[in-house]
């Protein structure tokens, strides 16, 4: 009985912290967001597209979009799997729409400016990780029309997309995390600035990794 109680109370904690974070990471990923078109002021330049459009689609959509499936994070959570499910793709299209204008703004800039393109870890890390947003959205096509998935698990094929999806959600934190030491950025805000716009995708992309991992292992222990 004792530990019942103490197996209750324990499940009852887990939850509210898991709640807190993702409610955390729902307030960090607007007011970055924000706080990037605050500085970048999208439409005085080509170039003030770039930043807040990569922004909007990875530390904004993209973030919503996992969260969606959060048992202690999603703002539908009591949708039907399947609204959830298009939700998910609209937030997903979303972002894929906004990385790519994205770059297109700073590709476009640079040969305004007759720059070099993609000469940086940050431009190069970028592209990777447009591509890789688009080629994971038209891979798990499948899982919206079950019919094209021919002899294939969706089983598997939704596990292989939760891991693809999170290496991407990595991809682009990381590229964020690059555009904040870009000469503009640093340039605009001071010291304590910095390191508070540094965390804010760092402490996203941590704890997107581990409700992903966690709901991975979950569901590998109900099926054993």
Same mark, same amino acid.
């Given at each position: 009985?004792?530990?019942?109680?103490?197996?209750? !109370?324990? =499940?009852?904690?887990?939850?509210?912290?898991?709640?807190? !974070?993702?409610? /955390?990471?729902? $307030?960090?990923?607007?007011?970055?967001?924000?706080?990037?078109?605050? $500085?970048?002021?999208? #439409?005085? @330049?080509?170039? @003030?597209?770039?930043? *807040?459009?990569?922004?909007?689609? *990875?530390? *904004?959509f993209m973030t919503e979009a996992i969260l969606l499936f959060s048992?202690?994070?999603?703002?539908? +959570?009591?949708?039907?799997?399947?609204? +959830? #499910?298009?939700?998910?793709?609209?937030?997903? @299209?979303?972002?894929?729409?906004?990385?790519?204008?994205?770059?297109?703004?700073?590709?476009?800039?640079?040969?305004?400016?007759?720059?070099?393109?993609?000469?940086?870890?940050?431009? $190069?890390?970028? /592209?990777?990780?447009?591509?890789?947003?688009?080629?994971?959205?038209?891979?798990?096509?499948?899982?919206?029309?079950? !019919?094209?998935? +021919?002899?294939?698990?969706?089983?598997?094929?939704?596990?292989?997309?939760?891991?693809?999806?999170?290496?991407?959600?990595? $991809?682009?934190?990381?590229?964020?995390?690059?555009?904040?030491?870009?000469?503009? *950025?640093?340039?605009?805000?001071?010291? %304590?600035?910095?390191?508070?716009?540094?965390?804010?995708?760092?402490?996203?992309?941590?704890?997107?990794?581990?409700?992903?991992?966690?709901? %991975?292992?979950?569901? +590998?222990?109900?099926? =054993?």
């Amino acid at each position: 009985m004792v530990l019942n109680k103490e197996t209750e !109370s324990e =499940s009852r904690f887990y939850g509210f912290t898991r709640t807190v !974070s993702a409610g /955390l990471i729902h $307030l960090v990923s607007f007011f970055f967001t924000v706080f990037i078109a605050f $500085l970048s002021r999208p #439409g005085t @330049s080509w170039f @003030s597209w770039h930043p *807040f459009l990569m922004t909007l689609a *990875f530390g *904004f959509f993209m973030t919503e979009a996992i969260l969606l499936f959060s048992p202690h994070g999603s703002l539908i +959570k009591r949708f039907p799997h399947k609204t +959830k #499910g298009r939700v998910h793709w609209a937030l997903q @299209s979303l972002c894929c729409v906004c990385a790519a204008l994205g770059l297109a703004a700073i590709f476009y800039n640079k040969r305004l400016n007759g720059k070099a393109h993609f000469t940086s870890w940050h431009g $190069l890390l970028g /592209l990777l990780t447009v591509c890789a947003v688009g080629g994971q959205s038209l891979a798990a096509a499948p899982l919206a029309y079950p !019919s094209l998935a +021919k002899g294939w698990s969706l089983a598997k094929l939704k596990r292989y997309h939760a891991a693809s999806g999170l290496v991407t959600y990595l $991809l682009g934190s990381a590229s964020l995390l690059l555009g904040l030491c870009s000469a503009w *950025f640093t340039a605009s805000v001071g010291e %304590y600035a910095w390191y508070l716009s540094a965390l804010c995708p760092a402490l996203s992309a941590v704890i997107i990794m581990n409700k992903v991992s966690s709901a %991975y292992t979950a569901k +590998k222990r109900l099926q =054993s």
